[in-house]
T-cell receptor, first 115, second 114 residues
Framework: AQSVTQLDSQVPVFEEAPVELRCNYS??????LFWYVQYPNQGLQLLLK??????LVKGINGFEAEFNKSQTSFHLRKPSVHISDTAEYFC?????????????FGTGTQLKVEL | SQTIHQWPATLVQPVGSPLSLECTVE??????LYWYRQAAGRGLQLLFY??????ISSEVPQNLSASRPQDRQFILSSKKLLLSDSGFYLC?????????????FGPGTRLTVT
């Protein structure tokens, strides 16, 4: 079975500063990796995904993530955050099964951007 | 383009009452459908998924059930709600074919059991 670990439950950062949200996963088979963002009382929105190919993937809102197979990590980065980036961020791993793919989520990281 | 709807948006129900949450998807055929629950301050727990009409897989034992009466309709039900059923319920879909592995989420239903 696969699992996802987001070690940081909360990350405070000042506006215009860079940020990195960490995600590590474990799986015995190849995986697909995702980052989602959730604003209060809303559903999850896909930020970016890694399926194959280039290990650096770019997503919406200026976010990017790098897949590191040897370290089993998929950290999310943004060079300069904005107040509007305040939200909860979830890392997820997907494994194709005979019954359709399922996502396993981390417990989330609350990003709080301060002035 | 595809759209996913959930209703109601919020619901307050007494313990022991029945529950019916509905999810519909537009713009894609034969999607995989999923129900998740998000408890306060916690991650997402997969409750049910479906790969076709009438095909439901349960991920955790509970007093909830799911049904898929039509290709793009997914319903979450309970005969008698428990306090522990409170949470934010999210429906999601995955498009079939074309190398789509990500899931797209609806706006969610906030359920409070009193």
């Amino acid at each position: 079975a696969q699992s996802v670990t987001q070690l940081d439950s909360q990350v405070p950062v000042f506006e215009e500063a860079p940020v990195e949200l960490r995600c590590n996963y474990s799986s015995s088979v190849s995986v697909y990796l995702f980052w989602y963002v959730q604003y209060p009382n809303q559903g999850l929105q896909l930020l970016l995904k890694y399926l194959s190919g280039s290990t650096l993937v770019k997503g919406i809102n200026g976010f990017e993530a790098e897949f590191n197979k040897s370290q089993t990590s998929f950290h999310l980065r943004k060079p300069s955050v904005h107040i509007s980036d305040t939200a909860e961020y979830f890392c997820a791993v997907s494994v194709l099964t005979g019954g359709g793919n399922k996502l396993t989520f981390g417990t989330g990281t609350q990003l709080k951007v301060e002035l | 383009s595809q759209t996913i709807h959930q209703w109601p948006a919020t619901l307050v129900q007494p313990v022991g009452s029945p529950l019916s949450l509905e999810c519909t998807v537009e713009g894609t055929s034969n999607p995989n459908l999923y129900w998740y629950r998000q408890a306060a301050g916690r991650g997402l727990q997969l409750l049910f998924y479906s790969v076709g009409i009438g095909q439901i897989s349960s991920e955790v034992p509970q007093n909830l059930s799911a049904s898929r009466p039509q290709d793009r309709q997914f319903i979450l039900s309970s005969k008698k709600l428990l306090l522990s059923d409170s949470g934010f319920y999210l429906c999601a879909y995955r498009k079939i074919g074309g190398g789509y592995y990500e899931q797209y989420f609806g706006p969610g239903t906030r359920l409070t059991v009193t």
